[in-house]
């Protein structure tokens, strides 16, 4: 119950802001399939009061464990996976920067918006529905910062929330990336092409495409409007390993290219 509340709240932050989403749900849903969630994906400074080790709390209270971790060198990301005693809940994925890896004026930037976070939001599940918890950066610091690190950005102006839902395809009527692609291909939304449409095959035990994420306007601190990423939509279809058992984790190649889902040019 208390899961229930919680997705759908950061459903409803999601579509408000990520309209293909709830388009391609409802084009899935209209061809016969219910929707189950397989995972959903937060990022986060790894900063207090936000840092993943002080949000982690919040997910385990709702039922989950740890599964995994992850580590992406290149994007100075950390991550862990979580898994619900109840196999009908989504998976969770929990990345954060590494600020302290950026270079210093990065830090400074980050550390301005962090410093602004009041700390009573963060203590219950609803903190990672929160959005914003600074006032908006100017358009100069999130240049400055998308310079370096797309996620530093994204989170900037995105905040605490749903960064993907991921649809189960192991759940829909016919259960292949084949007919994902085809439902996604009608619908002509922009796939995430870093390494090809599908990442990952059956080898892997997971296979995943993704949407690019929604673009929105947004007017910074010092006034000036600019499109912006906010989210994207993911799909993935799971494989039994060798004993039979159904792939629960992550493979980093795979999540290391949907991570591009956000990428902006840094021309706009
Ligand atoms: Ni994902």
Redo the contacts with the bound molecule.
């Keep these: 119950m208390q899961c229930q509340t919680f997705f759908d709240r950061l459903w409803q932050e999601y579509i408000a802001i990520t309209p293909q989403a709830q388009r391609l749900q409802q084009l899935f849903m209209d061809d016969g399939n219910s929707i189950v969630n397989d995972?959903v994906?937060f990022r986060t400074y790894a900063l207090p009061p936000i840092s993943l080790q002080q949000l982690e709390p919040l997910i385990l209270a709702l039922g989950y464990r740890r599964f995994d971790h992850y580590q992406f060198k290149e994007k100075k990301l950390n991550a862990f996976s979580y898994i619900h005693e109840d196999e009908l809940q989504p998976r969770v994925?929990l990345s954060e920067l590494k600020v302290n890896e950026l270079s210093p004026s990065a830090q400074a930037i980050i550390h301005r918006l962090c410093a602004q976070i009041q700390i009573d939001k963060l203590e219950t599940d609803s903190a990672f529905s929160q959005g914003l918890l600074w006032a908006k950066p100017s358009w100069q610091d999130y240049h400055f910062l998308l310079q370096e690190s797309e996620y530093a950005a994204w989170m900037a102006v995105m905040g605490l929330r749903a960064n993907?839902f991921?649809i189960s395809v192991n759940h829909l009527r016919q259960p292949t990336m084949t007919y994902v692609l085809e439902k996604l291909h009608q619908a002509q939304v922009r796939l995430n092409q870093q390494g090809g449409e599908i990442k990952g095959n059956k080898a892997s035990l997971l296979e995943?495409t993704?949407t690019m994420a929604d673009e929105i306007k947004m007017t910074f601190a010092d006034g000036d409007t600019h499109t912006i990423s906010s989210c994207y939509y993911?799909f993935?279809k799971r494989y039994a390993d060798k004993d039979g058992k159904l792939y629960q984790g992550f493979v980093p190649a795979n999540?290391d290219a949907?991570f591009h889902s956000t990428d902006r040019k840094t021309d706009v």
């Design positions: 995972h994906a994925f993907h991921t995943q993704a993911e993935a999540a949907i």
